[in-house]
C-alpha cells in the first residue's frame, strides 16, 4: 500500500509560479513510476507529468507537450516527496491536480487533490 497526500495548490494570477508537493508514505519499494495528473471541470483526467523509479530508467520524465519548459517534475533521494513546480501559469492550467503512485503490479494509488486555479 502506497499513501500520497497532495499539497501546495491555490489561486495564482496567469504568469506566476506555484509548487506542488506530494508526501509518500507506505510501500515506496513497490512503486515503479510517479506523476501528477489534472482533471478540469468537465474534462477527463490527464498525464500531466510522470518521473521513472524503475532500474534502468529512474529519474527520466516525461511532460505533455502544453507544460513542456514550464513545469518540471521531481524527487527527493528517497522519493518520500514529490514535487511539480509550475511556472508561467495559464489558466487553462486550472484544474485539481493528483499525485499518483504506480506500483510493480500496475497498481495505481491517488491522492486526494489539490485545487490551481489561475485568474486574473
Known amino acids: 500500500q502506497v499513501q500520497l497526500v497532495e499539497s501546495g495548490g491555490g489561486l495564482v494570477q496567469p504568469g506566476g509560479s506555484l509548487s506542488l508537493s506530494c508526501a509518500v508514505s507506505g510501500s515506496i519499494s513497490s512503486i515503479v513510476a510517479m506523476g501528477w495528473y489534472r482533471q478540469a471541470p468537465g474534462k477527463e483526467r490527464e498525464l500531466v507529468a510522470r518521473?521513472?523509479?524503475?532500474?534502468?530508467?529512474?529519474?527520466?520524465?516525461y511532460y505533455r507537450d502544453s507544460v513542456k519548459d514550464r513545469f518540471t517534475i521531481s524527487t527527493d533521494n528517497g522519493w518520500k516527496i514529490m514535487s511539480l513546480q509550475m511556472n508561467n501559469l495559464k489558466p487553462e492550467d486550472t484544474a485539481i491536480y493528483y499525485c499518483?503512485?504506480?506500483?510493480?503490479?500496475?497498481?495505481?494509488?491517488w491522492g486526494q487533490g489539490t485545487q490551481v486555479t489561475v485568474s486574473s
Open positions: 499518483n503512485a504506480r506500483d510493480w503490479r500496475a497498481i495505481n494509488y
Open positions: 518521473i521513472s523509479r524503475e532500474l534502468y530508467t529512474r529519474g527520466t520524465t
